[in-house]
């Protein structure tokens, strides 16, 4: 799944990371087109989708937020997107929520 400036595309090329729609191409074409208006968040999951996604995020002006490692079921997205860049918050999901509503205000 790609975004571009008015409208949502379906991508049907090779899956990334094993799966489609993934993070990372969501992110990084959300990061081209709406720079820092974007939000990205990885939650947990398996493997190191969003990693790359959350980096351009961040080299684009947008804000990157990352679910705290111990309280995801699965941390590994979680761990690689911390080690892929500096997140602007790693916090618990209640506290993910608080803090998108304040970006958003």
């Known amino acids: 799944m790609l975004l571009e400036p008015s409208r949502v595309r379906l991508n049907q090329g090779p899956k990334v990371h094993h799966t489609r ?3 990372d191409p969501l992110f990084i074409s959300a990061a081209k087109v709406f720079g820092e208006r974007v939000i990205g968040i990885v939650l947990s999951g398996g493997g190191s989708d969003g990693a790359d996604g959350l980096r351009a995020i961040k080299e684009h002006g947008g804000t ?3 679910q ?3 309280d995801a079921l699965t941390p590994s997205m979680p761990l690689s997107a911390m080690a ?3 997140p602007d918050a790693v ?3 209640s506290e993910i929520v608080q ?3 304040a970006l958003c205000s």
């Open 21 to 23: 729609p993934a993070a």
């Open 68 to 70: 705290r490692p111990q």
């Open 91 to 93: 916090l618990p999901i």
């Open 84 to 86: 892929a860049v500096h």
């Open 64 to 66: 990157a937020l990352v």
């Open 99 to 101: 803090c998108v509503v």
